[in-house]
């Protein structure tokens, strides 16, 4: 019995699983639909369908560089549990993931599936089914960033956060200085969970809206409207050192600014360095997670 692509889209969609198998399942069965389904149960492939459904919203943020620093990606690889994320098996993915980003430029996650995962002769697609299979989880790669500059990469609490910031420079990015003063920046992004580079990085609106509030604030303490203004604008510096992280204090020495920091490092280096943007990845943020109710499971397990 013969099939058509449609057969082989039909039986995607009823297993989840992906198109090769799918195809090779309907060939396997002479085209009959049911007698796929069976094989791909009988090979494990058609679990990854209900697997599918099943919310991930732990796993890891990653953060990577080449050797010079000049490229580097950010990327979240998400699992059901913390346990998984723990794997090695599963980290090696990731970071298989964030090779591939590195090596092959891929505009978003479908076109990181359809690359050739680095190291391999998979599929990433592939790859991250076998990984669906033998960890026995839902695994999602969610997004990724990938840049073409001075870089360095930070990974907090093996992978909880993971940073990635950028440089215009002249010094070597390569060497051992430089790694450790981007990395000092990346982990006070991490850290401080920093919003914007600088004050020219905070939107129109969120300015107004923070003015807004000040000025509510400045008026319900009674303090004259004449002055209310003067005094706002004295707040909104402060906010500006709290939320944009060149303004803020250095966190490994608060009697300097990261931009102080920033300067005396280009100085000692013999050359100069400016912070051009970051990305900061925090696992599982904006993921709604799903509240199991135990006791209602146990209920209807008795049931």
């Known amino acids: 019995m013969s099939f058509t692509a449609q ?9 989840g699983c992906g198109m090769m ?38 796993g890891i943020a990653y953060a990577l560089t080449n050797d010079t620093n000049t490229a580097g990606v950010v990327i979240e690889v998400n699992s059901e549990t913390d346990f998984v994320a723990k794997n090695e098996d599963f980290q090696n993915f990731v970071k298989t993931c964030a090779l591939t980003v590195i090596e092959n430029n891929p505009a978003d996650v479908d076109a990181l599936k359809a690359c050739t995962a680095v190291g391999t002769e998979m599929t990433v697609e ?10 026995g989880e839902n695994l999602q790669i969610r997004r990724f960033e990938r840049f073409d500059s001075a870089c360095v990469g930070y990974v907090h609490a093996g992978g909880k956060i993971g940073v990635i910031v950028t440089f215009d420079t002249d010094v070597d990015t390569a060497s051992d200085a430089f790694v450790a003063y981007g990395k000092d920046v ?36 009674g303090k004259p409207e004449a002055i209310a203004d003067k005094i706002v604008m004295g707040k909104i510096n402060k906010y500006y050192k709290e939320n944009c992280l060149v303004d803020q204090e250095f966190v490994k020495d608060n009697k300097m600014t990261v931009q102080q920091y920033t300067d005396a490092t280009a100085k000692n280096l013999g050359g100069s360095i400016k912070i ?28």
Request: aromatic share 4%; proline share 1%.
């Open 186 to 221: 990346a982990m006070q992004i991490a850290a401080l969970n920093t919003q914007y580079l600088n004050a020219d990085a905070v939107p129109a609106e969120v300015l107004e809206h923070e003015k807004k509030i000040m000025r509510e604030l400045v008026l319900n303490e």
């Open 276 to 303: 051009t943007g970051f990305v900061r990845y925090e696992k599982g943020e904006g993921i709604e997670k799903r509240q199991d109710d135990f006791a209602a499971e146990v209920a209807s397990m008795v049931k």
């Open 21 to 58: 198998d799918c195809k090779k399942a309907l060939t396997e069965a002479n085209g009959n639909m049911d007698a796929a389904v069976d094989f791909l149960r009988e090979q494990g492939l058609a679990k990854q369908a209900k697997k599918a459904s099943r919310i991930a919203a732990e």
């Open 7 to 15: 057969d082989v889209k039909a039986l995607r969609e009823k297993t």
């Open 126 to 135: 592939a790859l991250l089914q076998e990984k669906v299979l033998t960890i």
